[in-house]
């Protein structure tokens, strides 16, 4: 974890435009505008545009993740590094073209005001109709001029579980009683309850439930939230459909299972963004991303899958000293 850093900084608001109703933001160096269609972020030697609908889907998630494991790019140019108590904003830091005409820029804030400077923005610039959190085709349209601000919570669905999801006391799966119908897509599946039987001394105590019955009933896409936790063993699970609206950069390793139908991975050299390889993983499959990669992952349909996160405090820095390996399995163990 960062030390704070002593200053803390405020987003500032500009006037609604008059012809859209929007908002701009100024937040350290940076400044952020939408428009209809797009998003325009300027820092002090440079600017970006990114499509409106790509910037919210990325930015609510950051904000919900808690800027998650390392880096978080919105696309090649823009995002955010985690160091767990500051987070960095970025803009072409890891685009070589950036670099090399020197137009790149990086600035560290501490983690509670970049989370309160997305939220204002996102809050003022989503309206009614449009849930950045759903998949494209189960939710409205971004673009356009402000109308209404959208009712309820900005993020749901991230509220992880302390132990087991399920458990007395810890959040509970999802169900129609809580709201959540199955997906169109998953109207296929059988979804039996397991069925317990314990040993006697142990009544009680042991839990389980029907995982595939909780993810089908997503209302949200690509939100790996926090199901089990062993240690500092993570197990995430996750309904996926269209593009990750982001693309990670890992400062650890992370391990996949795929549960259902597929997912197609691109995977790039974290820092270069240069092409590292492709990845289709189908149901059953389970992959490894090593520790210096970023990935997106598109699902044609509707799929299922399961992530795995070491919450170990400090493995980032293992890992950039490089005393730790970037794969988690290499090929001499195997002999
Ligand atoms: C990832 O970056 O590893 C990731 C993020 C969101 C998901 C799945 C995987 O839904
Ligand atoms: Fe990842």
Known sequence: MNAALKD??????????PVLGYRKYKFGSFSFERDAYFVHVRWPKGMH???????????????GWGFFYGWIFFDDVFGTQNHYG???????????????????????????????????ISVNWINEGYDPLRAP?????PLGPKTREA??????????????????????????????????AFADVTYDKPTIEQEPGFEGQIHAFNLYDHIARADI???????SITGACICCVTSEEHM????????????????????????????????????VMKSGDVCAMPADIRHQGFAPKRSMLMVMENGTPGLEQRYAKGELELFPITASRWK
């Open 49 to 63: 545009t990114i499509e409106v609908d790509r910037f919210l889907r990325a930015m609510v998630r950051d904000i």
């Open 86 to 120: 500051t987070v960095d904003i970025f803009a072409g830091t890891y685009s070589k073209g950036h670099r090399d005409t020197k137009v790149d820029f990086l600035e560290t804030f501490n983690t509670d005001d970049v989370r309160a400077a997305f939220e204002t």
């Open 151 to 184: 009712k309820g919570p900005l993020l749901r669905g991230f509220d992880p579980a302390r132990r087991m999801m399920g458990l007395p006391g810890d959040v509970t799966p999802r169900s129609d009683a809580s709201g959540h119908p199955i997906n169109r």
């Open 221 to 227: 896409t690509w939100n790996p939230s926090f199901t």
């Open 244 to 279: 990750l609206p982001v693309i990670h950069g890992n400062d650890r390793n992370e391990w996949f299972i795929q549960l259902t139908d597929e997912i197609h991975w691109n995977i790039q050299d974290k820092n270069t963004g240069n092409p590292r390889g492709r990845i």
């Open 137 to 141: 085709m189960e939710t409205g349209s």
């Open 8 to 17: 803390k900084v405020h987003v500032i608001a500009s006037e609604p435009d």
